[in-house]
RNA sequence: GCCGCGUUCGUCUAACGGUUAGGACAUCACCCUUUCACGGUGGCGAUACGGGUUCGAUUCCCGUACGCGGUACCA
């Protein structure tokens, strides 16, 4: 009988949701939509030294907007119930103390300040950084150095103590990734990490291999920065004696800096000027603000779009996926091992491919569950531009627009004047050649539009050419001078669908507006 | 230092022993456009290095170099 797939994304709420994350996310996401298995999500909130308020539903908030939701979680409930570590604590111990038992563990009383004494003392030019191991812990004090009846002194008097691995001498640790296949670890350059620290939470190390067994994890994804700590985890799902129901492993590739190298930070953001976050986070602790995707002015489809060919694809020349597609034609087997620098540029091809690719209103099938065109209302309006939309309006203005914007936001400048009249007019660029023949052609102009009965694209054209002929000037002259009536400066469509969207009493306003800068 | 993992155009990548090493982003040129863009056509541009194995290596093996990750009572 084969186990239903469940995988688990497991982050830490010590503020913000990197990029990377959200890629972790992704593929954990695809792979158990693919196999009809279920998405879960637990908090690893074991430092709780550096766990932030707010971090939690932040990163819920991240997950909805990606359309990411999980199965199970500490909101959505669920039969393993409760997925916040801080909230399984009493479980740890039980499961820590049992493999001090059973001889793979010990308890160790040294403090902080022995613990760095041992780093300088034993610290050679060979050894740059001495690890707490099978040669050192004989130095130290710990349930292996003392006495019996010492190390139950120390513990009846509650003595801080950590729970430690007991890693063996001598023994080969070998697994397979999904993505690396066979990777080889030798215990004797492994540590005695320590599983459950002296206030009584777990690390990482031993939270994970609990509640992957508890949760009935079968597949497990994270990124490569954990590749070091697999032999520990495995050597625990033995001890545990649980090397059966172990999860498939699968240690997904950076996202590094796009210039130099390195791990993308979030301080890469601020220094390069792109956001590294899904959606804005604010450190209550600094008042730090990292940007993220959404602000940007990106959709949640190029978003995703973007993050998952980030280090896969599907062996065609294919590069725009949407979620369903993702889900139906992702392959572990095609992630790749290297790391992918993060190219802002390619970003934002994606999102301008999204936004001419999505149709402009409201979707059935929406994973976000709102229209393109919603969105682009909220920008509209939030800065300073009432959007009057009562026949269908925003719809043709974004029609005529999307090709011009790459970002959401760039909407506020393509779309703003189709709503009201522009702030200001550059006159500047059409008084130097302004003079009273054109003066006149426009004033002409306002009494020829007026009289027309049809208002559309090319009679307008057509009136206009013909007038400028019969003033006997270019109509190239006029050309940017109307536009800068409509519009306000040198962007924009065509300037005859512009007046066409906007309707006859509007273009003469604007006419006559620009016209009295003139004079 | 030690351990692990990587390495194809500037960037993301395709090619699972035989290709003029393909595509996309960026860039440059031209075309389109009486604004700004979009778009179209084309150019530039890569197998880190050295040894094997093979009739033949981007591809398989071994070294070297370089990069990254880990080396915490952080995840």
Redo the contacts with the bound molecule.
Sequence with gaps: MTKKVRVRF???P?GGLHIGGVRTVLFNYLFAKQHGGDFIVRI?D??Q??YVEGAEEYIYETLNWCGLQPDESPVHGGEYAPYRQSERKKIYRQYAEQIVKDGYAYY?????DE?NEM?IKFKT????????NYELRVWMRNSLTLKEDEVKKLLDENT???IRIKMPLDEEIKFTDM????????SS?C?D??LL???G?????L?VVIDDYLMKITHAFR???????APVHILLWKYFGWIDDMPQWA?L??I?K?D????LSKRDGDRLGFPVFAMNWTDPRTNELVHGFREKGFLPEAFINMLA?????D???Q?IFSLNELIQKFSME?V????????Y??A??FN?EWI?KLPVSPRPDDPVGRGFSFLVKEILESNGTYVNDDDGKLNKVIELVK????LLTDFVQ?ASFFFKIAETIDVAAIKPKWNEVKQLFFTELIRAYQLMPLWQHDDLEKTF?EM?AAHQI????L??PF?MML?G???????FDIAALIGKNETIHRIKNTLQLLL
């Design positions: 497991a982050p830490s010590t690893e074991t430092d030294s550096r160790a009383f040294d403090t902080t613990l780093r030019e060979k050894n740059a950084a001495p690890q707490y801080p103590h950590v993505i690396r296949g066979e990777v080889t670890f030798h350059q540590d990490k320590v620290k002296a206030d939470m777990p690390t990482y190390h939270a990124g490569e920065e954990w590749l070091p700590s240690h590739p950076l590094l796009p130099g190298h390195g791990k060919m980030l280090g896969w694809n062996g065609t020349d590069e095609r790749h091992k290297g790391g992918a620098k993060f190219d540029e390619k934002k091809w301008h001419r090709d011009r914007c790459t393509q050419k400028a270019k109509a190239g002259e050309l940017l536009r519009v400066g040198k962007f924009g469509p065509g300037v």
